[in-house]
């Protein structure tokens, strides 16, 4: 069973261009969310997902932040207009419900040039 | 509402000797807690968890935690530390009810293992 997937691992981006990041959860996982960790920060929630829902979006930034998990394919985050404070690893996690382990994926770090 | 506090952010020790690292959490249902490790320039991988069964529970590596619900602690401990250790270390809490079962992460607690 392939672990939770996250494409691409490295994206560089110049200020004003789009990021799309990808995460394809574990097998059997319908439940995912975006984390979002800052240089020398710890892991912040950005939002969490179920097929075709977002649960839960309070940790997304107010502007040019979007996610979406599609009925088929991976989930998608999507920042608009790239800054440089927009510079981080995001990584994304899986589960099968809510209150079990999140397993998480190797990470997107994003550079914002 | 929850939140986790890391009660340090570097711990040194080394090789061969006790690791401890406090991690305190307030929430206001039954929390899961969890113990997470990311290694440089890797993704996260799960160490061990608790879901109200066990107090102590065991994990991978040696590593081991005991939750104290009166001193709403979840502190990680291993017997003896390795070289490979030495990475970042999140706590984390996820509470039952929430509607989102979103998890907060601690700010992390860096272990470094000297020879």
């Known amino acids: 069973n392939a672990g939770v997937m996250q494409n691409p691992r490295h994206l560089v981006r110049r200020r004003g261009q789009e990021a799309r990041l990808r995460c394809s959860p574990m097998k059997g996982h319908s439940h995912v969310y975006w984390y979002r960790q800052l240089p020398e920060e710890g892991l912040k929630f950005m939002v969490y997902l179920q097929k075709e829902n977002i649960i839960d979006e309070s940790g997304m930034p107010k502007e040019r932040f979007s996610a979406e998990f599609p009925k088929e394919g991976p989930s998608i985050l999507r920042i608009q207009q790239v800054v440089r404070g927009d510079s981080a690893a995001y990584f994304c996690a899986s589960s099968p419900g809510q209150e079990t382990p999140q397993y998480f994926g190797p990470g997107t770090r994003l550079t914002v040039l | 509402a929850q939140s986790v506090t890391q009660l340090d952010s570097h711990v040194s020790v080394s090789e061969g000797t006790p690791v401890l690292l406090r991690c305190n959490y307030s929430s206001s249902y039954s929390p899961s807690l969890f113990w997470y490790v990311q290694h440089p320039n890797k993704g996260l991988q799960l160490l061990l968890k608790?879901?109200?069964?066990?107090?102590l529970v065991k994990g991978i590596n040696g590593f081991e935690a005991e939750f104290k619900k009166s001193e709403t602690s979840f502190h990680l401990t291993k017997p003896s530390a390795h070289m490979s250790d030495a990475a970042e270390y999140f706590c984390v809490v996820s509470a039952a009810n929430t509607n989102a079962g979103k998890s907060t992460f601690g700010d992390g607690t860096t272990l470094t293992v000297k020879p």
């Open positions: 608790y879901t109200s069964a066990a107090t």
